[in-house]
């Protein structure tokens, strides 16, 4: 079965600085999909970034970026100048493929609780 | 930009009694998805809906839960017989298909803003 494994449960991060939030997780599948979505107090889900599997290139999305090691089955979420507002919950996700049913499902991490310091 | 939306965004209710949660779904998206996440507890997947019909769900999603597409634009949700444990917020997500590598695939799912049920 897949899990997802976040295994810090909160993280704190000085403004304009960088942090690292890790993920790692168990599949047999050779192409899946992977998601960072962050979770602020108002609980609304937002994507943050995307990684397909059978890319080599690390996704970007501005400040945020990814280290996707296949091998290692990790996909770590980098978080370059930190801002206030990206104090949050972090869920990673791996999209599973449901071959009985052709349709898919997200798994999630537990989540890390990001708070950035003033 | 399209969203998804979910009504109501609080809904409290009494154990036993019935609840329907409302999403619409990104108009030319063709999966529909509810998740539930208990407070300070990951999201879990509960039920996917395609063309139809249910196509994949939990064992959370046992005979008390029941998804409906009433009219090509709303995506319910019905718990028949609310319990405590119930309480949650419940969030509705859609996505689109697509093709990568030769493949049909589902991509990346937007989620609504969620509703939260609290059941007294």
């Known amino acids: 079965a897949q899990t997802v494994t976040q295994s810090q449960p909160e993280m704190s991060v000085q403004e304009a600085e960088t942090v690292t939030l890790s993920c790692t997780y168990d599949t047999s599948e050779s192409n899946y999909y992977l998601f960072w979505y962050k979770q602020p107090p108002s609980r609304q889900m937002i994507l943050v970034i995307r990684q397909e599997a059978y890319k080599q290139q690390n996704a970007t999305e501005n400040r945020f970026s990814v280290n996707f090691q296949k091998a290692a089955k990790s996909f770590s979420l980098k978080i370059s100048d930190s801002q206030l507002g990206d104090t949050a919950m972090y869920f990673c996700a791996f999209m599973k493929h449901v071959s009985t049913s052709g349709t898919y499902k997200y798994i999630f991490g537990t989540g890390t609780r990001l708070k950035v310091l003033a | 930009e399209p969203e998804v939306t979910q009504t109501p965004s609080h809904q409290v209710t009494q154990m036993g009694q019935e609840v329907i949660l409302r999403c619409v779904p990104i108009?030319?998206?063709?999966?529909f998805y509810w998740y539930r996440q208990i407070l300070g507890q990951k999201v879990e997947f509960l039920v996917s809906?395609?063309?139809?019909?249910?196509?994949?769900k939990s064992e959370i999603f046992d005979d008390q839960f029941s998804v409906e597409r009433p009219d090509g634009s709303n995506f319910t949700l019905k718990i028949r017989s609310t319990k405590l444990e119930d309480s949650a917020m419940y969030f509705c997500a859609s996505t689109w298909d697509t093709e990568s590598l030769g493949k049909h695939t589902a991509d990346t799912q937007y989620f609504g803003p969620g509703t939260r049920l609290t059941v007294l």
């Open positions: 108009s030319n998206h063709l999966y």
């Open positions: 809906f395609y063309n139809n019909e249910i196509s994949e």
